[in-house]
């Protein structure tokens, strides 16, 4: 009655035969992952065509016209889909303070973000090891932290010896005497992102705000800023003195809470010259609405100036700055970035491959410039061959994250978790990444020295 079947699992998942388990080297993760037939766009290598992509060992192994699988091999299929290197999202809250009831790295990591980083306005020297810990015990993104500026300027160490403690050189008696004292503290302390300069929270003195300069400076850390009120762009201007910092959601000057908007804007795009004074806006702000209900939105005019900006390649950073769910939110979510990247394509406000720069390759190019480490161009915000395989596919007609794909992990598909995944992210620091922190074994046992 019914000839036809489609042998789909014959040979690739196990199965009992005549007694005895039978089942495939398919069961494990395979030799390779490839992504078959989708459109890729990777701003860094000027690629902007139907290509198939080979993963292997956590980095891409090949980009092609055409890759034959192999047996073994795991194929996703990405007709119709746009293929895009793993977002980056330096500006994304990942459950500051006492935010336990909600899972913002989830979210994120379903939302097509690979990489992010969180500047919380609490964060202490402590911070690097709370989060590492989570990252030993298993996170399906990779993660960093920026540290607090008014825990920078809080301890006893002087600039000096701030810049040796996040260079790694600062010696253990110092550290202990003069930072923390503890030893797991001191040890991670130079894992960290860069600093976060949080006027909202913290009213820092002139002279705290000259040492967060200098510090940042002279470690090679990226300084954000927080901007929303413009005279603070003012201050911190006057005190750089030619050193250079980064302004975190910049275009929230053009909400108008401290200042008219449009004067905001202005004074504010006057400040960004895209080497020494950089800038990010946030990607719910940039989408039609202007805004999320639960946060601040711009007006039209200040949103123009912000299309303006993009266009003229003032500004070439945007971020979530999200949850909207969680308490300490920023003024946006996750859920908005891929809408926002492809609704500027689709405005003309920037080309496909400028906009998904703004969140891969631009953002990388950026740590690289205040790091000088070549790690962060040659191994995050592209697909090159060697790159670290971490991937967004994109359905651009619902606008929405397909798979997530960090160091060569499925982590999310069709905007929902894939549990295998967690464990695929690893802990990002200005040096590089790590797969493991070991702080979150050190509640288990301790290592015989």
């Not at 040979?11 to 459109?39: E, F, W």
């Not at 293929?83 to 994120?108: C, Q, R, S, T, Y």
């Not at 007609?397 to 549990?419: M, S, W, Y």
């Amino acid at each position: 009655m019914y000839p036809f079947s489609i042998p789909y699992a014959a040979g690739t998942v196990a199965t009992v035969k005549n007694g005895r388990l039978q089942y495939s080297d398919s069961c494990s993760a395979g030799p390779r992952l490839i992504l078959r037939g989708g459109h890729v766009v990777d701003p860094k290598n000027g690629v902007d065509a139907e290509m198939d992509l080979a993963v292997l060992d956590g980095s891409i192994a090949e980009v092609s016209p055409a890759i034959r699988p192999e047996k073994g091999d795991r194929v996703v299929d990405c007709t119709g889909l746009l293929v895009f290197p793993g977002l980056m999202d330096m500006h994304l809250h990942l459950g500051d303070l006492f935010e336990v009831n909600i899972n913002p790295i989830a979210n994120a990591a379903a939302d097509g973000v690979a990489f992010g980083f969180s500047p919380g306005a609490g964060n202490t020297f402590m911070a690097p090891a709370l989060l590492g810990a989570e990252v030993d015990r298993g996170l399906p993104m990779n993660v960093g932290v920026y540290v607090g500026g008014a825990a920078v300027t809080g301890t006893s160490l002087s600039a000096q010896e701030l810049i040796a403690l996040f260079q790694g050189k600062l010696d253990a008696d110092t550290a202990s005497q003069k930072l923390t004292r503890s030893d797991i503290t001191n040890t991670t302390a130079p894992l960290v992102m860069g600093i976060k300069e949080h006027s909202t929270h913290y009213i820092m003195t002139d002279e705290d705000i000259d040492l967060l300069f200098e510090v940042s400076s002279g470690a090679g850390l990226l300084l954000m800023s927080h901007t929303q009120d413009p005279t603070h762009i003012t201050r911190m201007l006057r005190l750089s003195k030619g050193r250079p910092f980064h302004l975190g959601h910049a275009n929230m000057v053009g909400c108008g809470s401290h200042m008219d908007a449009e004067e905001g804007m202005r004074l504010m795009l006057g400040a960004v010259d895209g080497k020494t004074v950089t800038a990010e806006f946030v990607s719910t702000t940039m989408r039609p609405s202007r805004g999320s209900r639960e946060s601040i939105f711009m007006t039209p005019a200040a949103q123009q100036m912000a299309y303006d900006a993009l266009a003229a390649g003032k500004v070439k950073v945007l971020v979530s700055d999200g949850q909207n769910n969680a308490t300490m939110k920023g003024g946006g979510d996750t859920r908005d970035n891929l809408p926002a990247i492809l609704e500027l394509a689709q405005q003309g406000v920037l080309s496909l491959s400028d906009a998904v720069a703004t969140m891969t390759s631009n953002v990388a190019q950026l740590f690289y410039q205040r790091t000088k480490n070549k790690w962060w161009t040659e191994k995050t915000g592209h697909l090159g061959v060697g790159a670290l395989a971490n991937i967004v596919t994109v359905d651009p007609q619902d606008k929405l994250c397909c798979h997530t794909i960090v160091g060569g992990e499925i982590v999310a598909f069709e905007n929902r978790l894939v549990p295998r995944g967690m464990g695929a992210g690893g802990f990002v620091t200005s040096f590089g990444l790590l797969k493991r922190t070991g702080v979150g074994d050190m509640t288990l046992f301790r290592v015989q020295k």
